[in-house]
């Protein structure tokens, strides 16, 4: 009989990419890494995982999250 694992750990691959709010800076982000700041950090339910942007004080968003028609944040 032939062995096989009971589970099977599989990585995402590749990666998605990312824009800044701001000055529209771009960057893909390995999936690995999306993973890793899901299973650490989940935030919000249906929120993705953001990162500061390199180039400015912005908030890098998954290109598609970006584009969507999101709400306004309330304001304090």
Request: with cysteine; proline share 14%; glycine share 8%.
């Amino acid at each position: 009989m032939p062995r096989t694992s009971k589970h099977k750990t599989s990585e995402p691959t590749g990666s998605l990419p990312y824009e800044c709010e701001l000055c529209g800076a771009t960057e893909d982000i390995p999936m690995e890494v999306i993973d890793h700041f899901d299973k650490v950090d989940p935030g919000l339910p249906g929120q993705p995982p953001t990162f500061g942007c390199e180039q400015c004080p912005g908030i890098m968003y998954p290109v598609s999250y970006l584009r969507a028609e999101r709400a306004e944040p309330k304001a304090s």
